[in-house]
């Protein structure tokens, strides 16, 4: 019975790590590769290396960025009072896309998960509470995902928040519970902001 050569068993081994990718589909994937022409194989390379070795997160509120702090931190139109808590940097794009939020974020890379083990310590906690102390916010508006999960990670940051002169929102349940902020449509978005409502 042929077999694969090396390479090819590693590229599919490394293809089928992926989510969501069997072995089936990373054998698809392996001979997709060996059959486009070398500039374009050696393209998906190069922009996977890319994006490991350029892009890190903003040393101030966790986005992915290409430099120290992120284009949103850097941007002097940003309202400077106003500060947005999402779970991942897909979420605070969700939130982009819809156009309307004019203030700054604060990515938590995740939330407080205890069946998975993801505690408070695992988050971007002690930069946000830290940040809030030591900024001039009037407002922190609580955007993580509504599920179970994402609203206990919200009460979590409002106690850790609740001696501290600022106003702490929500977004309003425009988004259906259980569903997530990057699937929602902008118009949706744009509403929770919106109607966003005191925690
Ligand atoms: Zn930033």
């Not at 194989?41 to 702090?69: F, Q």
């Amino acid at each position: 019975m042929p077999e694969f050569t090396q390479s090819v068993v590693d590229l599919i081994d490394e293809f089928a790590k992926l989510p969501g990718i069997g072995k089936k589909s990373a054998e698809r994937l392996a001979y997709h590769v060996l059959r486009v022409h070398r500039t374009e194989a050696l393209a998906l390379a190069d922009a996977i290396r890319n994006v490991k070795e350029n892009v890190r997160y903003c040393s101030r509120c966790y986005n992915l960025s290409e430099a120290e702090v992120c284009e949103i931190c850097r941007d002097p139109k940003r309202q400077q009072e106003v500060l947005c808590v999402v779970e991942q940097p897909r979420d605070l794009m969700a939130l982009e896309q819809s156009g309307v939020y004019q203030g700054l974020y604060h990515v938590l890379l995740g939330r407080i998960a205890p069946l998975e083990g993801i505690g408070p310590a695992q988050l971007t906690l002690d930069a946000l509470a830290e940040r809030v102390r030591r900024g001039s916010f009037r407002e922190v508006i609580m955007a993580t995902n509504p599920t179970v999960e994402g609203d206990s990670t919200a009460l979590h940051i409002s106690n850790l928040l609740a001696d501290l002169p600022i106003q702490i929102t929500r977004l309003a349940r425009g988004i259906t519970t259980g569903s997530v902020l990057e699937f929602a449509n902008k118009e949706i978005l744009a509403d929770a902001l919106t109607g966003r409502q005191e925690f």
